[in-house]
Nanobody, 124 residues
């Protein structure tokens, strides 16, 4: 059973930083397609960052230059470092995984496994 557990969310002021983590239950970080998504209140879920099979990373335009994702396969953990946070970054953040699809894709329908989410709130 694949399980994903996000942590690291919280409340920060604009310009601050947070680092999210996504811990997995199996050795999925070397074989699964993985990504980060977020959903603000009253908004549709949107892709934030996604790993390609060749190790490349695709970022949403709205976070380029501010967010960085990485993974530690030995620890089965995915990270999202978020700097220069803005109020519009306020959302529930999720990590997602899929065994066959999703690599490099920022579309949520490409991912089968989802964590429970961690809330990020940025105040102005």
């Amino acid at each position: 059973q694949v399980q994903l557990v996000e942590s690291g969310g919280g409340s920060v002021q604009a310009g601050g930083s947070l680092r999210l983590a996504c811990a997995g239950s199996s050795k999925m970080y070397t074989t699964y397609c993985m990504g980060w998504f977020r959903q603000g209140s009253g908004k549709e879920r949107e892709g934030v960052a996604a790993f390609g099979r060749d190790g490349s990373i695709t970022y949403a335009d709205s976070v380029k230059g501010r967010f960085t994702t990485s993974k530690d396969s030995d620890k089965n953990t995915l990270y999202l470092q978020m700097n220069s946070l803005k109020p519009e970054d306020t959302a529930m953040y999720y990590c997602a995984a899929d065994r066959f699809r999703g690599c490099g894709a920022l579309r949520d329908n490409f991912y089968y496994y989802w964590g429970q989410g961690t809330q990020v709130t940025v105040s102005s």
